[in-house]
């Protein structure tokens, strides 16, 4: 157990900061997980719509310290290459 003042204030300040930080990582997957759904049934409106709102919050994600860097360009880059193949296959078979 922490005997210093600074080390017991450092506990319960990242015993707050987890929680937020919690919550971020749980917004971002939310985000991620309404593009998944959209493009899963095949909703190209929908599906751009969740894209281009969940980008941002991925890349404050990136400026919180939430997500790599990488992971979140990573993360975008296949969102953004599922959408892209969901609408040129609704183009060849529409």
């Not at 917004?27 to 759904?37: F, G, L, W």
């Not at 860097?69 to 969901?86: D, E, V």
């Amino acid at each position: 157990m922490a005997n210093h003042l600074s080390a017991k204030k450092r506990i319960r300040r990242n015993g707050r900061r987890a929680i937020i930080n919690r919550m971020r990582a749980s917004r971002i997957r939310t985000y991620i997980r309404k593009v998944e759904e959209s493009i899963t049934a095949c909703d190209k409106k929908h599906a751009e719509v969740a894209f281009y709102a969940a980008m941002p919050e991925l890349m404050r994600g990136v400026n919180k310290g939430i997500l790599h860097r990488n992971t979140a360009a990573r993360k975008i880059s296949r969102l953004c290459a599922r959408l892209k193949s969901l609408t040129q296959s609704q183009q060849y078979t529409g």
